[in-house]
């Protein structure tokens, strides 16, 4: 892991009057954009060519005379052979020069790889490096673990097929499209072999991931992505915000969900096992009754994030929950950082967030502004690692 003072020694050659903002060009990437230029900063965006257009393109700045903002939101989009040169010295070397503080997103770290951001990227990262791998579900200290250590409530674990009980979700990797789910559910010891040979012959998983895959109680209930934000700056309020909620567009599964169960049993064998792809997000709201509900789950998880994992969480974090008929709420999967369904508040603003701050405040606007905030007290430092 990079060290706090190589970090600390970066900011100390930064010219604090002229800081952008650098993501990877993918993920919640024009969230983040968004959010920059709306706190005055120049974005930069590191693109992978055949998947840049979006950035060089159709979302690119546009200034007048005055660098006044015309439309677009990314300024300058390095469009590199692949994402993992992100972390060559000429790149890393290119952002310093640019005073580039960099907002780690799923893709940065699935791309560019772990231990390259935890140990090669030299740049300072808003929010948490040694968050990052916990949210690797093989990990021993990874996510479940943080939450079983708070006493947060999640999923029941099957250890083994033999345990299975009731409807349960199997969770691992897809083998062709490896940043994707391999998901399937199964209700018995029987159908879980059943399904997974079938999905191993059709080449959707492989043996490897399979047997080292989660297989939890499935939770029936909607789902809630909550969008929470830590300020470890915040004086004059709660350092917890809940900002926004969203949940999520999976692919195939929305196509089967619309299908009457007879039409469903006529699909093809290939297509009888839906995939759990998301492929977009939309916004919610919660009952507000619930509302006192949720907020002591994300304490729990930043407390627990200070204890084992210090400073802890800093910035955006995302739970993600499914909430059944007795309304309680399960924690299935945790971001550590800037979640994957931000987009869709960005220049709207979250719902929960515009009416915190009496604006339109998305995640990326609240990074933005909590770059902003620090850089006018003199606190990079509390805010990066």
Known sequence: MIQRDAILEVLEGYDSEKVKVGVLASHSALDVCDGAVEEGFRTITLCQAGREEPYVRYFKAVRDETGRLLKGVVDEAIVLKSFKEAITQEVQDTLRRKNVLFVPNRSFVSYVGLEEVEDSFLLPLVGSR?????????????????????????????????????????????????????????????????????????????????????????????????????????????????????????????????????QQLTLMEEERYPEYVVCGHNSATLRESLLSKVFPLAEAYVKATQEHFPPGVIGPFTLQTCVDKDMDFYIYDVSPRIGGGTNVHMSLGHPYGNTLWRSRMSTGRRVALEIRRALERGQLDRIVT
Do not use: C
Not at 163 to 170: F, G, N, R, T
């Open 130 to 262: 040694n968050l990052l791998r916990s949210e690797e579900r093989t990990e021993e200290r990874g996510y479940y673990w943080i939450l079983e250590k708070a006493g947060l409530p999640f999923p029941r674990l099957f250890k083994t097929p033999e345990e299975i009980d009731s409807l349960a979700i199997v969770k691992l990797p897809h083998k062709v499209k490896r940043l994707e789910r391999g998901f399937f559910t199964a209700a018995s010891q029987e159908e879980y072999e059943e399904k997974s040979e079938k999905l191993l012959d059709q080449g959707v998983i492989t043996r490897e991931d399979l047997d080292v895959a989660r297989v939890e109680r499935y939770i029936l209930g909607p789902v809630f992505n909550f969008d929470f934000f830590y300020s470890p700056m915040e004086e004059s309020g709660e350092r917890l915000e809940l900002l926004g909620i969203d949940w999520r567009f999976e692919t195939s599964l929305d196509g089967h969900v619309r299908l009457p169960a007879e």
